[in-house]
């Protein structure tokens, strides 16, 4: 899960991480009285959707930079009716943008320097990693591709945490001495506690700068929380925008399903995660493109399945659709009552191939049978993968 700039902000006050002083805005008025309330004698105005890369986006109406800066409660006013309702492009969102919505306006502050500092979960060590950098507020991704050497790794030991000496290996590989290092230190810690309390998977700040009067603060924020930690973290799912996401995702979160939209159009619905990544797999393989990813995991219920076939049937991509199920634990036959009655349910009239392999497999084979669907069944997952590409093409 994803959070905008306007909430981490939020987070890092709580946990005592600088940052300027900012408001959230929903309108143009609001725009303009957070600006008169901020008092500052530079305002900045900052489109919030969850992508990066808006300082160099531009808006559908054409209207360029989702970050602006101005002088002015009215500049600030202005500013916001322009990018406020509007699409705002950047080469994270796709061609078709992300709607704004809410602006945060917050004071400008000067610059002398931009760095780069993220906490990132790094599978290959199974700990967090700091990763640090001189070359801030722009594309870091190019930066380590073209100058490797100016990006710093340091990875953290969970059980002991960011210790003091990395924090000031940290702070002197970006050239941080005297008082700024001081403040290096307290940012640091404050964001290694932000990323740890909180359960992120992703803290990233770019840019970290340096003012000419020597404060350091973080301008920008990027989070990514760990959805199965959720949970237990009640006051950041509050924080979560279901507008940002993809709504299939949002309807299958709603049912416990795991699900990601693709861009083919065979849906899958299938038990188990890496069957369903086999699933996907075979449907390539015989020439077709996979709709989605669904697995509905080890012990769906009939509601699920029917969830399941409802999100499948909201794609208008989706031209047929592949049921691939082994019954571990799982009895085939409850699965066949579960598509039969979604099928009717939902007004199934898509191609539909179904194979039901495992625990009470032949009663289900029954109950598909006799249920008057026009489905087809199929033995093997070639099988199957063969029968649903040759109906979508046929179709
Ligand atoms: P994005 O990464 O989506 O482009 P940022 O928040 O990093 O958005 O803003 C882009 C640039 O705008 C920053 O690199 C910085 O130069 C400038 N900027 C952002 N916030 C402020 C601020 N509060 N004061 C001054 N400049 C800012
Ligand atoms: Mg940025």
Redesign the pocket.
């Known amino acids: 899960m994803n959070i905008h700039?306007y909430q981490a902000r939020e987070l890092f006050q709580k946990f005592g991480v600088a940052s300027?002083k900012?408001k959230a805005a929903f309108t143009p008025e609001e725009a303009e009285q957070a600006a008169t309330s901020l008092g500052a004698s530079?305002i900045?105005v900052?489109a919030q959707i969850h992508?990066?890369?808006?300082?160099?986006?531009t808006f559908d109406n054409g209207f360029k930079g989702?970050?602006h800066?101005c002088k002015t409660p009215a500049e600030a006013r202005h500013l916001a009716e322009q990018m406020l309702g509007h699409a705002l492009i950047?080469h994270q969102t796709g061609p078709e943008g992300k709607l704004v919505s809410t602006l945060l306006v917050?004071?400008?502050?000067?610059?002398a320097k931009?760095l780069y500092f993220a906490i990132l979960f790094d599978r290959t060590t199974s700990a967090p990693m700091v990763i640090a950098s001189t070359e801030?507020?722009?594309d870091i991704e190019a930066v380590a591709e073209h100058t490797p050497e100016k990006i710093i790794r340091v990875s953290v030991d969970p059980l002991i945490g960011l210790q003091p000496y990395q924090t000031r290996k940290i702070a002197a590989a970006l050239g941080l001495r005297g008082s700024l290092m001081t403040q290096a230190t307290k940012l640091f810690t404050a964001l290694y506690r932000t990323y740890t309390e909180t359960d992120c998977t992703l803290v990233e700040v770019?840019?970290l700068?340096v003012t000419p009067d020597n404060r350091l603060?973080a301008?920008?924020a990027?989070f990514n929380f760990d959805d199965n930690a959720l949970y237990r973290q009640p006051g950041v799912a509050a924080l979560r925008d279901k507008s940002e996401e993809d709504p299939r995702e949002v309807a299958a979160s709603e049912f416990n399903l795991n699900y990601i939209g693709l861009d083919g159009n065979i849906a899958c619905l299938v038990n188990g995660a890496g069957l369903a990544m086999a699933t996907m797999d075979i449907i390539q393989h015989a020439g077709g493109k996979p709709a989605n990813f669904l697995d509905v995991g080890g012990g769906a219920t009939k509601e699920q399945v029917t969830a399941a076939f409802n999100i499948i049937l909201g794609d208008k991509a989706v031209k047929g659709i592949l049921v691939n199920i082994f019954g571990g634990i799982m009895d085939c036959d409850v699965i066949a009552h579960g598509i039969v009655d979604a099928a009717k349910e939902t007004g199934l009239s898509l191609p539909l191939v179904v194979r039901l392999e495992g625990n009470n497999g032949p009663a289900g084979k029954k109950t598909l049978a006799e249920s008057g669907l026009k489905l087809q069944s199929a033995s093997t997952m070639a099988d199957a993968a063969d029968k649903i590409v040759a109906s979508v093409h046929a179709a």
Do not use: C, F, Y
């Open positions: 700039e300027p900012g530079q900045v900052k992508a990066g890369g808006r300082g160099k986006g989702g970050v800066l950047t917050a004071e400008a502050v000067d610059i931009e801030g507020g722009m770019n840019p700068v603060l301008l920008d990027k």
